[in-house]
């Protein structure tokens, strides 16, 4: 089965500090994608970063990137430079292809608070 | 913005009712998702269409069900609502070749 692993429940970074959010992972299938989505206290979803299982580069956009060490299962998310907007829930999710279906399964979270 | 939209915002009802929530996918968008997001159970698959037709069920109770239209809008329809119905849904969009499924604003579900 497939599953989802974040162990930080909650963070602390100072403004214009780099953080790193924690996610492992597991699964049997050879190809499969990585995701991290951020909600803020509004609720919606916002997706930030994609890595692919096959992808030989760490992926990154902006001040995320994505550092992915396939060996270990980790796909640990690093924010650069955090500013007070990145306050939030943060989601380390993984895309399978199984049964016909590309659902998301979802770890539980690491909340992240950015003070001054 | 993600170009998901979801109706309504927010929905309060009582306990037995029926609601309908709507989606409306990224312009082209064939796959539509259905999440559930709740204190107790995370974020969960609820069930999958792409073209109209369902592609996957996660767990999603049989009080609740769906639809994809022809013009791709999907319908999730949750009847017989009890307490522990409350919670988040969200709808999600895929096309194409993209990996990315993009996020409607969702749905806050309050059952009284």
């Known amino acids: 089965a497939q599953k989802i692993t974040q162990t930080q429940p909650g963070m602390f970074v100072q403004e214009k500090e780099a953080v790193t959010l924690d996610c492992t992972y597991d699964?049997?299938?050879?190809?499969?994608?990585l995701f991290w989505y951020k909600q803020p206290s509004s609720g919606e979803m916002i997706f930030l970063i994609y890595?692919?299982?096959?992808?030989?580069q760490n992926a990154t956009e902006g001040r995320y990137s994505l550092n992915f060490q396939k060996a270990r299962k980790s796909a640990n998310l690093v924010i650069s430079a955090s500013q007070l907007g990145d306050s939030a829930m943060y989601f380390c999710?993984?895309?399978?292809?199984?049964?016909?279906?590309?659902?998301?399964?979802f770890g539980t979270g690491t909340r992240l608070q950015v003070f001054p | 913005d993600s170009g998901v939209t979801q109706t309504p915002k927010h929905l309060i009802t009582a306990t037995g009712q029926r609601v309908t929530l709507r989606c409306s996918p990224r312009?082209?968008?064939?796959?539509v998702y259905w999440y559930q997001q709740s204190l107790d159970q995370g974020l969960q698959f609820l069930i999958q269409?792409?073209?109209?037709?369902?592609?996957a069920k996660g767990n999603i109770l049989e009080r609740f069900s769906a639809q994809q239209f022809p013009d791709l809008h999907s319908e999730l329809n949750l009847s017989s609502l009890e307490l522990g119905d409350s919670a988040l849904y969200f709808c999600?969009?895929?096309?194409?070749?993209?990996?990315?499924?993009?996020f409607g604003p969702g749905t806050r579900l309050l059952v009284l």
């Open positions: 312009s082209g968008d064939l796959s």
């Open positions: 999710a993984m895309r399978g292809r199984s049964y016909n279906t590309d659902k998301l399964i």
């Open positions: 269409y792409y073209n109209g037709e369902e592609r």
């Open positions: 890595q692919g299982s096959y992808d030989e």
């Open positions: 699964t049997s299938d050879q190809s499969y994608g």
């Open positions: 999600a969009s895929r096309g194409g070749e993209g990996e990315t499924q993009y």
